[in-house]
């Protein structure tokens, strides 16, 4: 059991300057929550912020009473309007969900927590509302522990370390800026308004603090990378002082453990996807750095953070050949049923939005039926980058762009970076619980923008 409360507070960022921030608890991130697997976990949210707030578990497999509804609100004290009434919901002007299900200052959370090991995290989801409450600092980590994980000798202690990467902007007197727009994205052809391409920061932030420098042993280091920005891609490599690239060794995915290690020496990361990474710093002499940098990058978001070897130690750490042996290896000929869905700009009411299948999302539609325990192919086509994100279930890559899956697209994954112009196939098993859930953009921007869609487990 925990309780978190979700408050307005004045946090150090930048160095001598404070941040009015929307946080879970005072911090940013929110805190890191560890749990074991299969003990459930509750945790009672309770709302101090000026606005209703929606809590979820990203990459949960959750009952949909827990999963983060969009609809289903914490409402703070005095507020007037409701998802079911007429009032108070932004952009899509009032749009009603007989379905939801709110509440009033608190709202307990429960987690099963029946999966794969792996790092989670938690963040606002309320309808049309999710990219400023993230931006303001509604996001933190849940990592979920098994024996099995931990017998396998992967670095650990002092030697993991979760990190949430995160964009921001900042205006002169330290509040955050919003909409904070890249100059080059202005120019992206097909884009006819700057801010529907998503927010960006020209501050990197790793684990809330900007282009950290973290000192390490001359060892191994398990890095659990979630890419937290509300648009943002990057494309990390490790470089050292002399300009060798160290190998980042992906040992897990969104939902977990690899099947075996695969080496990256780049790595893109979308909004919202993990990797799990072992890098080592033994070759680097100490004293010397290693520059986590970001290709896709320019200027100062070409950097994110160093790491700087501060001294030779003892490493009995390991990366076995073989990680885990239940990564599902769901076949094409296991799907009952294969469905279309197109990720595009398009009209919505009298402007410009973001739509899945030609539509913005609707609280009141079903988008699609899928019968528990079905397997199904899903067929995900972009027009410009999408990472696509589905809740409850954790999917395989199957193909992209008609042929193989990349090296990046290895193991269980929540969250796909669809590609401009590409079309993915995704293949899952929809078990665990019956109920509404949501797939979406996990650029923040493009879902309250509209390309979030129901489907409905039975
Ligand atoms: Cu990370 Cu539907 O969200
Ligand atoms: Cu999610
Ligand atoms: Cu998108």
């Known amino acids: 059991r925990y309780e978190i409360t979700q408050r307005e507070t004045a946090v150090e960022i930048l160095p001598g300057i404070r941040t009015p921030l929307w946080t879970y608890e005072g911090t940013f991130p929110g805190p890191t929550i560890e749990s074991r697997r299969g003990r459930p976990v509750t945790i009672r949210h309770r709302n101090e912020l000026p606005v209703p707030t929606v809590v979820h578990l990203h990459g949960g497999r959750t009952p949909a009473s827990s999963d983060g509804y969009p609809t289903d609100l914490v409402l703070p004290e005095g507020w007037p309007g409701t998802a079911r009434g007429h009032h108070g919901m932004h952009g899509m002007g009032g749009m009603r969900d007989p379905r939801a299900v709110e509440s009033r200052i608190t709202r307990d959370y429960t987690f099963p927590l029946d999966q794969r090991p792996t790092l989670l995290w938690y963040h606002d989801h309320r309808m049309d509302f999710t990219a400023p409450a993230i931006w303001r600092g509604l996001a933190g980590l849940h990592i979920v522990r098994d024996d099995a994980e931990e017998v396998l000798g992967l670095p650990s202690g002092h030697r993991e370390l979760p990190l949430m990467i995160a964009d921001r902007a900042f205006g002169d007197d330290g509040a955050l800026a919003y909409p904070a727009l890249d100059p080059a994205l202005r120019e992206r052809p097909g884009v006819e308004e700057p801010y529907l391409a998503g927010v960006l920061g020209d501050v990197v932030l790793v684990n809330g603090a900007p282009w950290p420098v973290h000192e390490v042993d001359a060892a191994r280091y398990r890095l659990r990378v979630l890419n ?36 990256h020496r780049t790595l893109p990361i979308a909004p919202a996807e993990r990797y799990d990474l072992v890098v080592d710093f033994s070759g680097v002499p100490v004293g010397g750095r290693v520059r986590i940098a970001n290709r896709l990058g320019s200027g100062r978001t070409r950097d994110v953070m160093a790491f700087r070897v501060a001294r030779k130690a003892r490493d009995g750490s390991r990366v076995p050949r073989v990680l885990s042996t239940d990564v599902p290896s769901w076949r094409r000929s296991d799907a009952v049923r294969v469905r279309d869905f197109s990720f595009r700009a398009g009209r919505m009411g009298g402007g410009h939005g973001w739509l899945i299948g030609g539509r913005p999302f609707d609280p009141a539609r079903t988008d699609a039926t899928v019968r528990l325990g079905d397997v199904e192919v899903w067929r995900l086509v972009a027009d410009v980058h999408h990472p696509v994100h589905l809740h409850l279930v954790g999917f395989r890559v199957l193909s992209r762009g008609g042929g193989r899956p990349l090296a ?50 039975v």
């Open 228 to 263: 937290a920005s509300n648009a943002r891609h990057y494309e990390l490599e490790a470089v050292t002082d002399d300009g060798r690239r160290l190998d980042l060794v992906q040992v897990g995915a969104d939902q977990g453990l690899l099947a075996a290690p695969v080496v």
């Open 408 to 457: 990046r697209d290895a193991g269980l994954k929540d969250t796909v970076a669809l590609r401009p112009g590409e079309a993915v196939e995704i293949i899952t098993r929809f078990d665990g619980y019956r109920g509404r859930y949501l797939f979406h953009c996990h650029n923040a921007e493009h879902e309250d923008m509209g390309m979030m869609a129901n489907f409905e487990v």
